[in-house]
């Protein structure tokens, strides 16, 4: 018995050939009417493939062409793929799906960068990391490569923001040159079709802790002969509203934070430390503009709590250890009483200066000193509301969620 299960065992050894007769690397390259560079830039990939004894294939994802481009590419070796819904992001999340490499290395078929030199991109993944980045800003740029905007705004300010925002040390978060763990991107469920699909697939990445390199990359003057597809403004505006959307605790929780810090702070000392010669000024007026602060904060608070919770229903990033911890807590019935807490305990404030008001006849009011603790107290109403109507919200997104699961 026991002979028969090792021979059972060497048997089976040619099914794991077959697995290793697949292609390790698949190079991807988005197309659109690139018809004067994309043979070149199939032959140069080619070229690396055979040069490096590497097993790979050149696939073309392309997304409309009307120029013949998806002949050229078939006549200089690439394997093409027909992507019917428009954009960058589209023809990519296409191309990755039906790529038959372990890895994939993109890049873009206007001849901007050099296919035949992926060695040590190959050799980073080969290493084991996930996700490697090119830096073209490391390896050069060639005079008229890229437009000033891009080269000393738009990509500077970009990257800084991801960095800040992600946590990661990427100098280079929009190079066109990346490559990748095949199983690793799927795993990451990218969805945006256009240009912003570069800022998406970093971001998630560093969300969630894959291992992220970079290489030097040159950039060279395309040679397409036409426009570019990118619009600076336009998609520089969509990466950076991305990238805001996608990280909450910048958009609205540090800000909800430092607003209602500064709110609470300064009401405080207003209701206790009544203004006096020589003091600092906290009158009525700047009450009033410390209790929109403190009412902005509270609704940017729970705006950043919703939008985390909105990501991590949609599968759009993984759950914090935070969330996790807190579930518990994090309930409507809690949210409700904390809410209805607040709310009940300016409503009674309220209610103690109108009875306050009525022991005296219902005179005429001093609004300098009644307004003083007026102020505080319909603040106290405005934030709690707020707090219960965004836990009943989340409730309710809970709920759609589950239901659409279930159906």
């Given at each position: 018995m026991?002979?028969?299960?090792?021979?059972?065992?060497?048997e089976?050894r040619?099914?794991?050939?077959?697995?290793?007769?697949?292609?390790?690397?698949?190079?991807?390259?988005?197309c659109?009417?690139?018809?004067?560079?994309?043979?070149?830039c199939v032959?140069?990939?080619?070229?690396?493939?055979?040069?490096?004894?590497?097993?790979?294939?050149?696939?073309?994802?392309d997304n409309?062409?009307?120029?013949?481009?998806?002949?050229?590419a078939r006549?200089?070796?690439?394997?093409?793929?027909?992507?019917?819904?428009?954009?960058?992001?589209a023809a990519?999340?296409?191309?990755?799906?039906?790529?038959?490499?372990r890895?994939v290395?993109?890049?873009d078929?206007?001849?901007?960068y050099?296919?035949?030199?992926?060695?040590e991109?190959l050799?980073?993944?080969?290493g084991g990391?996930?996700?490697?980045?090119?830096?073209?800003f490391r390896?050069?740029?060639?005079?008229n490569?890229?437009p000033?905007?891009?080269?000393?705004?738009?990509?500077?300010?970009?990257?800084?923001?991801?960095?800040?925002?992600?946590?990661?040390?990427?100098?280079?978060?929009?190079?066109?040159?990346?490559?990748?763990?095949?199983?690793?991107?799927?795993?990451l469920?990218?969805?945006?079709?256009?240009?912003?699909f570069?800022?998406?697939?970093?971001?998630?990445?560093?969300?969630?802790?894959?291992?992220?390199?970079?290489?030097?990359?040159?950039?060279?003057?395309?040679?397409?002969?036409r426009?570019s597809?990118?619009?600076?403004?336009?998609?520089?505006?969509?990466h950076?509203?991305?990238?805001?959307?996608?990280c909450?605790?910048?958009l609205?929780?540090y800000?909800?934070?430092a607003?209602?810090?500064?709110?609470?702070?300064g009401?405080?000392?207003?209701?206790?430390?009544?203004?006096?010669?020589?003091?600092l000024?906290?009158?009525?007026?700047?009450l009033?503009?410390l209790?929109?602060?403190?009412?902005?904060?509270?609704?940017?608070?729970?705006?950043?709590l919703?939008?985390?919770?909105?990501?991590?229903l949609?599968?759009?990033v993984?759950e914090?250890?935070?969330?996790?911890?807190?579930?518990?807590s994090?309930?409507?019935?809690?949210?409700l009483m904390?809410g209805?807490?607040?709310f009940t305990a300016?409503?009674?404030?309220?209610?103690?200066l109108?009875?306050?008001w009525?022991?005296?006849?219902?005179?005429?009011?001093?609004?300098?000193?009644?307004?003083r603790y007026?102020?505080?107290?319909?603040?106290?109403?405005?934030?709690?509301m707020?707090?219960?109507?965004?836990?009943?919200?989340?409730?309710?997104?809970?709920?759609?969620?589950?239901?659409?699961?279930?159906?």
């Amino acid at each position: 018995m026991a002979a028969r299960f090792i021979w059972m065992l060497i048997e089976v050894r040619p099914a794991a050939a077959v697995d290793d007769a697949a292609p390790e690397l698949t190079v991807l390259m988005p197309c659109l009417n690139e018809a004067r560079t994309v043979g070149a830039c199939v032959r140069a990939a080619r070229s690396f493939i055979e040069g490096a004894g590497v097993r790979g294939e050149v696939l073309v994802a392309d997304n409309g062409s009307e120029d013949g481009s998806p002949d050229i590419a078939r006549e200089a070796g690439a394997r093409v793929l027909h992507v019917a819904q428009r954009g960058y992001g589209a023809a990519l999340l296409a191309g990755v799906a039906a790529a038959r490499g372990r890895y994939v290395i993109m890049g873009d078929a206007d001849d901007s960068y050099d296919f035949s030199r992926l060695s040590e991109f190959l050799g980073k993944l080969r290493g084991g990391a996930h996700l490697v980045m090119g830096n073209r800003f490391r390896g050069g740029i060639a005079p008229n490569a890229m437009p000033f905007l891009h080269r000393y705004l738009g990509n500077p300010v970009l990257s800084f923001v991801g960095r800040v925002f992600f946590r990661t040390r990427i100098g280079d978060f929009h190079c066109g040159l990346r490559g990748f763990s095949r199983d690793a991107v799927l795993g990451l469920g990218l969805i945006t079709p256009g240009m912003e699909f570069a800022s998406e697939l970093v971001a998630k990445a560093a969300l969630a802790r894959l291992r992220i390199e970079e290489v030097p990359t040159t950039l060279r003057p395309d040679g397409r002969g036409r426009p570019s597809h990118l619009r600076t403004w336009r998609d520089g505006w969509r990466h950076l509203r991305f990238l805001l959307l996608f990280c909450p605790r910048w958009l609205f929780l540090y800000p909800g934070v430092a607003l209602l810090v500064a709110g609470l702070a300064g009401l405080g000392l207003g209701v206790l430390a009544p203004p006096a010669p020589g003091t600092l000024p906290f009158g009525i007026h700047t009450l009033l503009y410390l209790a929109g602060a403190t009412i902005l904060g509270v609704q940017f608070i729970v705006f950043a709590l919703l939008s985390k919770w909105i990501a991590v229903l949609a599968g759009l990033v993984a759950e914090p250890p935070w969330m996790t911890r807190w579930a518990s807590s994090f309930t409507i019935e809690n949210g409700l009483m904390l809410g209805l807490a607040t709310f009940t305990a300016g409503l009674f404030w309220s209610l103690w200066l109108t009875f306050d008001w009525g022991r005296r006849g219902f005179g005429q009011l001093d609004p300098l000193e009644t307004m003083r603790y007026a102020i505080p107290a319909i603040t106290m109403m405005a934030c709690g509301m707020q707090a219960a109507i965004g836990s009943f919200f989340a409730g309710a997104l809970h709920f759609c969620w589950r239901s659409a699961r279930v159906a």
